[in-house]
């Protein structure tokens, strides 16, 4: 039977530790970092919790491995890394992948929506005018 986009979800949410803003915002404190998965448009459009790290869901094998040429510095093996897209199933599947790719310390907070919610700090989108 084909797996599902449900079940890769469950899978990951399983392997992958849902924890609390509160719970980040004390683990970002100590040096994890926060990353955003989701795509450059919703960042503009929604804007991004204050001090989150941008890297869209699609590029994340290749700035999360450290042979690769478009890998991203701020990744490191062994520095905590909690996720979050906007409404959670994303991250959930970033967090797996980083597992699989021999990450010890990763975390998903769910959806944009829910560090705003819980009183996450934000920066706005910009007003682009008229």
Known sequence: MPVTAKDLVAAANAVVPRISTAD???MLAKGALLLDVRDAPELEAMGRAVGSHHIPRGMLEFRADPASPYHDPQLQQGRPVILHCAS?????????LLVDMGYTQVF????????????????????KGM
């Open 24 to 26: 980040a915002q004390d």
């Open 88 to 96: 959670g199933g994303r991250s959930a599947l970033a967090g797996k």
């Open 108 to 127: 998903n907070i769910g959806g944009f929506k829910d560090w705003k919610e819980a009183g996450g700090p934000i920066e706005e989108p910009l007003d």
